[in-house]
């Protein structure tokens, strides 16, 4: 069974950088394109940044392009979001999941398995 542990929130200032990773276990890392979601209290669960299952190709909410970055490292099965110039809008609880056989998606239907979170908070 795949399982999904994110690591590496806190409390962050704005204008600061954070980064924080998701270790993939239970299955073939390479076989699954990954993403990264947030969702805000009171709020629904958004796309922010996924990444292909060869690593080459990503795609990032406008709300957070050019500001934080997704990469994969696939001999440590672990996938990365480091946020940089972040934001108070940015505080969320940050979640990774993975999607098997699918090339990329920003879809959170296509994404079968969910880690449990991790927070992330911006201080103005």
């Known amino acids: 069974q795949v399982q999904l542990v994110e690591s590496g929130g806190g409390l962050v200032q704005a204008g600061g950088s954070l980064s924080v990773s998701c270790k993939f276990s239970?299955?073939?890392?390479?076989?699954?394109?990954m993403g990264w979601f947030r969702q805000a209290p009171g709020k629904e669960r958004t796309f922010v940044a996924a990444?292909?299952?060869?690593?080459?190709?990503?795609d990032y909410s406008d709300s957070v392009k050019g500001r934080f970055t997704i990469s994969r490292d696939d001999a440590k099965n672990t996938v990365y979001l480091q946020m940089n110039f972040l934001k108070p809008e940015d505080t969320a609880v940050y979640y990774c999941?993975?999607?098997?056989?699918?090339?990329?998606?920003?879809?959170?239907?296509?994404?079968?398995?969910w880690g449990q979170g991790t927070q992330v908070t911006v201080s103005s």
């Open positions: 990444i292909n299952w060869r690593g080459g190709i990503t």
């Open positions: 999941a993975a999607a098997y056989l699918v090339a990329m998606t920003t879809s959170g239907d296509r994404y079968k398995y």
């Open positions: 239970g299955g073939t890392f390479r076989n699954y394109a």
